[in-house]
């Protein structure tokens, strides 16, 4: 999208494989009604028809899924509702209600394994405190179900790999959510690295703070949450930082500090300050924290430009800035949001990876590497001391296949 300038390995199934082509012969195309010196629409959505798309039951009904997924999965174009998954009855009725989800399709956290005898639920898209992502992956792989699982991945790396080998086993595919490698304004800025636009990067700043409510929420309880700011949103700085240079950081080095009496950080970090060292010699500052004002940004420095996003984490709203001197003159540009629904934009990956039967871009290696960086970030911060890391030459690494642009 062109910016404003200012100054200052198994075979896909065949039945699966017809099917998206019968649906991409029913897309509908419109004629242009402005010239094409005027900004154009991107043209109808063209969702796959309702049987054809790919059913998601949401396990967990919290903030996240009642805000976020629920409202987002109206806007999937291959992905739709087909079951929920929760320990309150209460609340999911009527969330059935209002989604039009019927009471057979609703299940208790002890029925849950009861989701292998419903053909209408092909991915399990689990939103659970950390601690229960590996127990609810493994029976739902074992169900017979694909899993796309919130980040982080799961408390341990002991249960990540637990978490990938049950997947593996039930040849079944695991996904982990992590949005921003799916939304447009961070993957421009990915491009815009990989494609050397403004030289080689030197430099990255991460932050990502919020100030958490003082409540009994188990964001607050190591047992559930296996760690404070950092698994929570300093995770977004790491993984971020991360799939921007498709490099993996070779040092840590760490520093904690929670505010003493605060009870909100009895059992779990409040800050966390760290620095990640990239074997092409790139050094990115990130800092995250529980009890500070809202800030989620980052700033990427290369040789000849600068790229920012303010914010960067955020759920909508996101906004880029580019700084340059092409010649001579410093120019900034910010280039249009395209305001896409991170959510519907990863279930659609993780959807067309079903039925493509694609490995996605995000897949359970990929949350197993951010666990291991992080048990290495806590490591640093209690011995005082650089944490080395074994060095990882191959770029992307962990990743699967570069979702569709159309997705």
Not at 261 to 267: I, M, N, P
Not at 277 to 283: L, R, T
Not at 371 to 381: C, F, K, L, V
């Amino acid at each position: 999208m062109a910016p404003k300038t200012t100054s200052a390995k198994a075979p896909a199934k065949k039945p699966a494989a017809s099917k998206h082509k019968a649906s991409a012969s029913l897309a509908v195309k419109l004629p242009p009604l402005n010239a094409p010196t005027e900004p154009q629409s991107a043209g109808p959505p063209n969702p796959d028809p309702e049987d054809q798309r790919v059913g998601f039951a949401l396990v967990g009904l919290g903030k996240l899924t009642l805000e976020e997924l629920l409202p987002a999965i109206s806007q999937c174009k291959h992905a739709k509702l087909a079951a929920l998954v929760s320990g309150d009855p209460t609340k999911m009725r009527k969330v059935a209600q209002q989604y039009g989800i019927k009471p057979s399709s609703c299940y208790s956290y002890e029925t849950y394994d009861q989701l292998r005898d419903n053909p209408e639920v092909e991915v399990i898209y689990i939103v659970l405190p950390n601690s229960m992502h590996a127990e609810f992956t493994i029976r739902g792989a074992k169900a017979g179900k694909h899993i796309l699982c919130e980040k982080p991945m799961a408390n341990s790396v002991q249960e990540c790999e637990d978490m990938i080998a049950a997947c593996k086993k039930a040849r079944k595919k695991l996904m982990i959510a992590y949005r921003i490698q799916y939304e447009p304004l961070n993957r421009m800025a990915h491009q815009l690295i990989r494609n050397k636009t403004y030289g080689r990067v030197k430099m990255i700043d991460a932050m990502n703070c919020q100030s958490q409510a003082h409540d009994q929420q188990w964001r607050h309880q190591a047992k559930l949450a296996g760690g404070g700011s950092l698994p929570d949103v300093g995770l977004y700085c790491l993984n971020t930082t991360r799939f921007l240079l498709g490099e993996e950081p070779n040092e840590v080095y760490a520093t904690i500090y929670s505010t003493p009496g605060d009870a909100r950080f009895r059992e779990v970090e409040e800050n966390v300050s760290f620095m990640l060292k990239f074997p092409s010699g790139v050094i990115a500052n990130c800092a995250t924290g529980y009890g500070s004002f809202n800030a989620k940004r980052y700033a990427v420095y290369a040789e000849i430009g600068t790229i920012k996003m303010d914010p960067a984490f955020t759920y909508r709203g996101l906004q880029q800035e580019r700084v340059h001197a092409p010649d001579g003159q410093q120019i900034i540009e910010q280039p249009e949001n395209p305001h896409k629904d991170q959510f519907a934009l990863e279930m659609d990956h993780m959807a067309q990876c079903v039925r493509q039967n694609k490995t996605p871009y995000t897949p359970g290696e990929e949350g197993l590497q951010d666990q291991r960086i992080m048990e290495a970030i806590y490591q640093s911060a209690r011995e005082n001391k650089p944490v080395q890391l074994p060095v990882v030459k191959k770029l992307d690494a962990f990743r699967g296949l570069e979702p569709t642009e159309e997705a």
